[in-house]
């Protein structure tokens, strides 16, 4: 998945370019090694499709919500974390594997359904609220996702990112500079992963802020815009109000009423979704 750079991409000045030393796993072969082969059999796959357990990676929306959600699953049981990421990573913001704007409609959709299910059943009325309100806002940031039509790849906008207890009126530098001096903010990247001086130019860059006053008040602009958008805009739900009590059940007699014309991506995820939980769909 591609995240596009408008909203949250933040650089790492510090950043060290230690992976080009690190050993790693390369594919191959070793000359005079043999190889054992072992047959499962179809049961046996059944069973182990039931006992791995697949944990995505966390997607890094916005340092608040990324403080706010790891406070709300703080004592959590692990399959409630992994629910609400895998939530995040495969319906409310699909990579490219899934490029039909139908598809991920749906997924996002279904996806909010899941998150009830899970706000519903392992938080309190505060936490609840708080988990939906987060799950919202994320979904709004994918329902505004656009599609590269020449790969398929997906870029969501994502909000700039305020530190946690930084002030409302917040300017992140990267995010000024990738806004105003675009031509800048790329040498500086390249700068910064080649491991090169990139001190001069965010110096350089910081030292012209005084002199351009018109960019923080445009930047802060654009930003309570923006943020206004992703908490006001309201997304239609073919799931809304799902039983969470036959949650499988009931999703399936919805999607009855509004058919899809492509299914298969949904029901994996449903189908992983209630192997979370020690459930088979």
């Known amino acids: 998945m591609k995240v596009s750079g408008e909203g949250s991409s933040i650089l790492n000045l510090y950043a060290i370019r230690e992976q080009e030393s690190k050993p790693?796993?390369?594919?191959?072969?070793?000359?005079?090694?043999?190889?054992?082969?072992?047959?499962?059999?179809?049961?046996?796959?059944?069973?182990?499709?039931?006992?791995?357990?697949?944990?995505?990676?966390?997607i890094f929306v916005s340092a608040q919500i990324d403080e706010s959600l790891n406070r709300l699953l703080e004592g959590k049981p692990q399959e409630v974390s992994d629910a609400v990421h895998t939530i995040i990573g495969s319906n409310l913001l699909p990579g490219g594997s899934v490029s039909d704007?139908?598809?991920?409609?749906?997924?996002?959709?279904?996806?909010?359904?899941?998150?009830?299910?899970?706000?519903?059943?392992?938080?309190?009325?505060?936490?609840?609220?708080?988990?939906?309100?987060?799950?919202?806002?994320?979904?709004?940031?994918?329902?505004?996702?656009?599609?590269?039509?020449?790969?398929?790849?997906?870029?969501?906008?994502?909000?700039?990112?305020?530190?946690?207890?930084?002030?409302?009126?917040?300017?992140?530098?990267?995010e000024l500079m990738k806004r105003f001096e675009p031509d800048t903010y790329k040498k500086l990247h390249e700068a910064v992963t080649g491991g090169g001086e990139w001190g001069s130019i965010l110096f350089s860059f910081v030292q012209k802020i005084p002199q351009n006053e018109q960019w923080v008040s445009k930047y802060r602009e654009e930003t309570k815009q923006l943020m206004q958008e992703l908490k006001t805009t309201k997304l239609d739900n073919r799931f809304a109000g799902a039983d969470t009590a036959s949650f499988l059940l009931d999703i399936n007699r919805k999607l009855e009423l509004t058919p899809l014309a492509k299914t298969d991506t949904l029901m994996r995820n449903m189908a992983n979704f209630a192997r979370i939980f020690g459930h088979r769909a």
């Open 24 to 58: 790693g796993l390369r594919p191959g072969t070793i000359a005079g090694l043999k190889h054992d082969t072992v047959e499962i059999s179809p049961t046996g796959r059944q069973l182990a499709e039931g006992a791995i357990k697949h944990h995505v990676g966390k």
């Open 101 to 174: 704007e139908g598809e991920r409609a749906a997924l996002r959709e279904a996806g909010l359904a899941q998150a009830k299910y899970v706000a519903d059943r392992y938080m309190s009325g505060g936490e609840s609220s708080e988990l939906m309100a987060i799950m919202n806002h994320i979904a709004v940031i994918g329902a505004k996702g656009t599609v590269d039509p020449a790969t398929g790849s997906v870029s969501y906008k994502m909000p700039p990112s305020r530190p946690v207890g930084a002030p409302e009126d917040y300017v992140d530098i990267n």
